[in-house]
């Protein structure tokens, strides 16, 4: 079956200027996550949402950054005024519900601030 | 999340058993210890997950220490296709009104020998 999609795979955007990045969860999943992951860095998680609600904004690194999600399913996260030290690779995960043991994975954004 | 210890880097013959430690001294009786692992250029990948008793399954096997300090994800033969960062997380038991993501750490990046 369909996994988890990421669009764009990459972007490449000037300093300064707006970002999108977008996750299709896996059909049916009601939570979803992001995270990111800068070069040589580990994994950092950035907001949790169950349904359209985002009950976990804990990780978002300033008001720069924010997320939705509508009808439950596609979810979009939106960065501002971009800047290089947002370079990474945004990852989207998706599992079946609050507590469930697996999160899957999409295959990322690369995004690149220049 | 209680905090896990591993090592850096290991490596590996293809074709032989491949043993991951994982030292997690202050786990609490309701963190389920979870193994992701990350192949180059994609998104973290579910492998196995336990509780107390050892568990396995067609990826790998997990074992865990009685007293749960520590826990060991084997590879039973491992392939060039297992090259991968390899995680070790705890969990909280699903239940509680948090979000449950994942928090990883450095992880210990396997190498496969031909």
């Known amino acids: 079956g369909a996994g988890v999609s990421q669009s764009p795979s990459n972007k490449v955007t000037e300093k300064g200027k707006d970002v999108e990045l977008r996750c299709d969860p896996i059909?049916?999943?009601?939570?979803l996550y992001w995270y990111r992951q800068s070069l040589g860095q580990g994994l950092e998680f950035l907001i949790y949402f169950q349904g359209n609600s985002a009950p976990d904004k804990s990780g978002l690194p300033s008001d720069r950054f924010s997320a939705e999600r509508t009808g439950g399913s596609v979810s979009t996260l939106t960065i501002q005024r971009t800047q290089q030290e947002d370079s990474a690779v945004y990852l989207c995960?998706?599992?079946?519900?609050?507590?469930?043991?697996?999160?899957?994975f999409g295959p990322g954004t690369r995004l690149t601030v220049t | 999340d209680a905090k896990t210890t591993q090592p850096n880097s290991m490596e590996s013959n293809e074709e032989e058993p491949v043993h991951l430690p994982c030292n997690h001294s202050t786990i609490s009786g309701t963190d389920y210890i979870h193994w992701y692992r990350q192949l180059p250029s994609q998104g973290p990948e579910y492998v196995i997950h336990?509780?107390?008793s050892n568990v396995n399954n067609r990826m790998a096997s997990l074992a865990i220490a009685e007293d749960r300090k520590s826990s060991t994800l084997i590879l039973h033969r491992a392939t060039l296709r297992d090259a991968a960062v390899y995680y070790c997380i705890l969990r909280e038991r699903s239940g509680g009104a948090g979000s449950y993501q994942l928090t990883f750490g450095k992880g210990t990046k396997l190498s496969v020998i031909p």
């Open positions: 995960a998706s599992s079946t519900g609050q507590g469930a043991s697996e999160q899957y």
């Open positions: 059909s049916g999943h009601t939570a």
């Open positions: 336990g509780l107390t």
